[in-house]
């Protein structure tokens, strides 16, 4: 069974920090690139982040640049998303995914998807 499981969320303060985590297993890994989104209430699914299988390819939104931080344990079959200073506009569910192909911050190449975690950021 393909399972993501994303955990790390909660609630913090603008400014503050938080580190996602998106335990992966039922699937090849270590083959496979690896996407953070987020969903604000009446927004459209965004991309964060994605890490290429082998961690050497990184991308972000604008958006994070220079606060948001990914990258993978392998071994672990594990990633991460290192968030800080965080903004109220951060606040969103966020999702990790799993796409066979390359590093996207488009929805569609993604086969797998976790269930969320829910990010709040106050002011």
């Known amino acids: 069974e393909v399972q993501l499981v994303e955990s790390g969320g909660g609630l913090v303060q603008a400014g503050g920090s938080l580190r996602l985590s998106c335990a992966a297993s039922?699937?090849?890994?270590?083959?496979?690139?690896i996407g953070w989104f987020r969903q604000a209430p009446g927004k459209e699914r965004e991309g964060v982040s994605c890490i290429s299988s082998t961690g050497g390819v990184t991308d972000y939104a604008n958006s994070v640049k220079g606060r948001f931080t990914v990258s993978r344990n392998n071994a672990a079959s594990t990633v991460y998303l290192q968030m800080n200073s965080l903004k109220p506009e951060d606040t969103a569910v966020y999702y990790c995914?799993?796409?066979?192909?390359?590093?996207?911050?488009?929805?569609?190449?993604?086969?797998?998807w976790g269930q969320g975690a829910q990010v709040t950021v106050s002011s």
């Open positions: 995914a799993a796409a066979s192909s390359f590093c996207s911050g488009h929805v569609w190449p993604y086969d797998y």
């Open positions: 039922g699937f090849s890994f270590a083959d496979s690139a």
